[in-house]
């Protein structure tokens, strides 16, 4: 079946780093990703939607030049967590479909546990 | 906006025990409703899926039913053991956007 994958799957590091998350589709092209934001005990928080060869829509709430989201390719998009602190600390999933599978369910990579110092 | 309002948890049962975690919806359309399990430190996988009214998602032993007359896609499981034991989002997708709306999950623990 259709596998997303997600890299790193931790990292740990300093107040003002910035911190790049890659998610890929390994064995299907998406035009469209998502990204998500899990806080402990919570539920996932859609931060964007990602889209092949255009900007990413954001939604409400979500500051777009602090979350950078990057699809240049039919299986890569990338977040960028620019000058990352401690409240950017939490879990960070993305997740991808598979073209004309609109009614179908999105492929989740196993996410990325983020721990700012 | 399309919403999801999840059993809140934590549920604990005993192995073998009938499970039961409610999920009702609002949502504009005809939504494709969503179970999806996540274990320890994990992503996200999906545990069954219902695309119309009346259709039975099942896999595992889990079962939901998508019930249009009482917007609800209740998870079930007869018997369940300790491997079970994970959160579990009920979701649903609608719309032109076809994104998923989570609902708030549930922290399901089986203990021996």
């Known amino acids: 079946g259709a596998v997303v994958s997600q890299h790193p799957s931790r990292v740990i590091c300093k107040s003002g780093t910035s911190v790049k998350i890659e998610c890929r589709s390994l064995?299907?092209?998406?035009?469209?990703m998502f990204w998500y934001r899990q806080f402990p005990k919570k539920s996932l928080m859609l931060m964007a939607t990602?889209?092949?060869?255009?900007?990413?829509?954001?939604e409400q709430g979500v500051e777009k030049d602090k979350f950078l989201i990057n699809h240049a390719s039919l299986t890569l998009s990338t977040l960028t967590v620019t000058s990352a602190h401690p409240e950017d600390s939490s879990f960070y999933i993305c997740?991808?479909?598979?073209?004309?599978?609109?009614?179908?369910?999105?492929?989740f990579g196993d996410g990325t546990r983020l721990s700012i110092l | 906006g399309d919403s999801v309002t999840q059993m809140e948890g934590p549920v604990t049962l005993s192995e073998e025990a009938f499970l039961t975690i409610n999920c009702t919806y609002t949502a504009t359309g005809y939504p494709s409703l969503f179970w999806y399990v996540q274990y320890p430190g994990e992503g996200l996988q999906l545990l069954l899926k219902?695309?119309?009214?009346?259709d039975k998602g099942s896999n595992k032993g889990f079962e939901a039913t998508y019930r249009k007359e009482t917007t609800s896609f209740h998870l079930e499981k007869g018997s369940v053991q300790v491997s079970d034991s994970a959160v579990y989002f009920c979701?649903?997708?609608?719309?032109?956007?076809?994104?998923?709306?989570f609902g708030s999950g549930t922290q399901l623990t089986v203990l021996p």
């Open positions: 064995d299907f092209q998406a035009t469209t």
């Open positions: 219902a695309t119309k009214a009346d």
């Open positions: 979701a649903l997708t609608s719309g032109s956007a076809r994104q998923l709306t």
């Open positions: 997740s991808a479909r598979e073209p004309g599978q609109d009614n179908q369910p999105q492929h």
């Open positions: 990602s889209n092949e060869g255009s900007k990413a829509t954001y």
